[in-house]
């Protein structure tokens, strides 16, 4: 399908107005049932997952959930309620991760390391659609209970590095409509983890929703279930509907190379 984009004014900052000098352009990536199955962002593949019902059942170490009505924002952590700051939903699915839980997969000669995202938004009108704004990956060899976002450590990849960037996604994309199978993946290359250590954590920050004082339709607000991802991991033995999704990557890898080249 050809990608739908758009840019529009964007208003992060509450204060900042539309048509002010301040502010500034955003791509509008629409990876929706009816936009862009995949996207080479940075160098990181970005894309609606393949059919996967109930691939994610304990195949999958699932590291980051995030709750909250309008706009969500969080990362993983040891950490837990109250000194987190921000939406994460603390408990079994909210935890640091170590490089050395990942296991990489080999795509077309390189090597990436797999994130799964399960899309939980109400149903009925554009109640099922959502906003990504911010998508980024750290590095941290020091602690695994970060409290604050400037605790991360070292970012490796950043979905808004080149430009800004919003993908509006949608729920059931990648499998049945509500949660238990994955909507998207990321296959970030291995070789931007290549300085981390073994026993190095990774933390993932993400942000939802619709930000205050911009209008629905252009964002979409989070308002029902968590969000939640997960990776491909070595704490698990692979069943066979694992390897079946990481095959169906293959194929979208090779077309979105060949569309950006």
Known sequence: MSMKKKVVASLFGAS?????????????????????????INSALLGT??????????????????????YERGFNT?????????????????????KGDLRSL???GADYFLFALDINESSGGTGDLISLHELEIYVNGSTASPTAYGDLGTLVWNMDQQEETV???????????????FDYFLLVPTAFFAKASFTDYIY???????????T????????AGHEEWAAYTSA??????????????IGLVGLARRKKA
């Open 106 to 108: 080999t795509v077309d």
């Open 49 to 70: 997952a393949p059919p996967n019902d109930g691939a994610g059942s304990g195949a999958v170490d699932a590291f980051l959930r995030t709750q909250a009505d309008g």
């Open 16 to 40: 900042m107005a539309i048509g002010s000098m301040g502010a500034q352009a955003v791509t509008i990536i629409d990876m929706t049932a009816t936009g862009s199955s995949s996207e080479l």
């Open 167 to 181: 993908v509006t996604m949608e729920n059931g994309v990648g499998g049945s409509f509500g949660g238990g199978d």
């Open 236 to 249: 698990v033995p692979v069943p066979a509907a694992v390897w079946l999704f990481a095959s169906g990557l």
């Open 78 to 98: 040891d950490a837990v309620v109250p000194t987190l700051e921000m939406d994460q939903v603390s408990g079994c699915c909210t935890h640091s991760i170590q």
């Open 216 to 223: 629905e339709g252009v964002y979409y607000a989070s308002d």
């Open 204 to 214: 993932l920050y993400n942000e939802f929703g619709l930000p205050s004082g911009d």
